[in-house]
């Protein structure tokens, strides 16, 4: 077990993990990193389950300081990444010594970045999840952001014989002002007119600045009901776009409540969400009706190409072992580092995975 200690704590930084499952019906939201993919990313490079917690940073990002070696990873938006004052890459295996201090600025493009440390964030679990809802004042570090002076425990952390993994670029976030967001219509699609629907996926809406982890709210061309934007409360889940009286659509984010007395005229298909917690105020979205059949098949094939990679990593840092091995004591001579590139096929797909292994 080791820990780190928070120097400064950025504009709003919480522990999150991929959300709070199976307790909605007694009113308990998700909750969980917005950007879920980005945690997933952040995971993979330090060796950590893709569930596991991690740091959720907004705007601006926090300074740390190590109290055991370890290794992490920032993905999500564009920001500087230094590890005692020397820049660092973004979505690759940073290797930390005791004492070290790790800062990540001001997010240029995008809203949230996502720090993974080997072995996670040692938080009490609420629930079945380690994540922060602040407006519950539980889960994470007393249900709370981070402030400076914090120290976090973090779990069990095994970095002997860990290569540096490098995400491939095609994989990482790319920042876009204007995003087409996919959508399944419903499911009170009946509640508004032909025009209504017509509007909804015709408009180019814009992001409010009630933008939060609980709802965006849109800005733009009016959606139009059939008669009233009330009906008896429901269920609602993150993604599910009410459409209240004023026609402007609401977007259910993370930390959103767990019913709603407004029409719901369709949902954001899960594999979007992330797309859509990197906006930002005043950027702009479309929306593209698809079926949940294709929703489904993008999800499934998001998660087969995400396991894929991670086996792609294990089965190249095990043939650089078995290289290593085979080689005995002849790379002594060898520089500090070794970087080698491997083109690894899982269930016949091709993966190019980059391996940097340190010799002491």
């Known amino acids: 077990m080791g820990g780190f200690k928070v120097i400064s704590s950025g504009l709003m930084t919480t522990v999150q993990d991929m959300g709070r499952k199976g307790y909605r019906q007694f009113g308990v939201p998700v909750s969980g990193a917005m950007d879920s993919r980005s945690l997933m990313y952040a995971n993979l490079l330090v060796g950590n389950d893709a569930d596991a917690a991690a740091l959720e940073m907004t705007l601006n990002g926090v300074k740390i300081e190590f109290e055991d070696a370890t290794c992490v990873a920032v993905t999500g938006g564009v920001c500087e990444v230094k590890l005692n004052d020397v820049l660092m890459p973004l979505y690759e295996t940073i290797f930390i010594q005791r004492g070290d201090q790790l800062e990540i600025g001001v997010i240029s493009e995008g809203l949230r970045c996502y720090l993974a440390i080997s072995g996670g964030i040692a938080v009490p679990e609420v629930m079945g999840s380690l994540s922060t809802y602040m407006r519950g004042g539980f889960g994470g570090l007393e249900g709370r952001k981070l402030k400076p002076g914090d120290w976090l425990q973090t779990g069990i952390c095994d970095i002997e014989g860990f290569k540096r ?99 719901k005229i369709a949902s954001v298909i899960s594999l979007d969400l992330p797309l859509l917690a990197q906006m930002r105020p005043g950027d702009r979205i479309r929306f593209k009706q698809v079926s949940i059949e294709e929703a489904q098949t993008l999800l499934c094939t998001f998660q087969k190409n995400f396991d894929a990679l991670k086996a792609a990593f294990a089965i190249a840092e095990m043939g650089n072992s078995i290289e290593n091995s085979s080689n005995g004591h002849s790379n002594k001579e060898q520089s500090q580092n070794t970087i080698r590139q491997f083109i690894v096929s899982v269930d016949g797909k091709p993966y190019e995975v980059t391996v940097s292994e340190r010799h002491n």
């Open 165 to 263: 993994r490098t995400l491939p670029p095609s994989l990482r976030f790319k920042y876009a002002s204007n995003a087409e967001i996919r959508v399944v219509l419903g499911p009170e699609v009946e509640a508004f007119t032909e025009r209504g629907v017509e509007t909804f996926l015709g408009c180019l809406y814009t992001l409010s600045s009630q933008c939060d982890r609980m709802g965006y709210r849109l800005l733009g061309e009016k959606v139009e009901h059939q008669s009233s934007a009330d009906i008896i409360s429901n269920g609602i889940v993150p993604g599910a776009i009410q459409v209240p009286g004023s026609g402007e659509p609401i977007i259910m984010m993370a930390d959103a409540q767990t019913t709603g007395g407004y029409t």
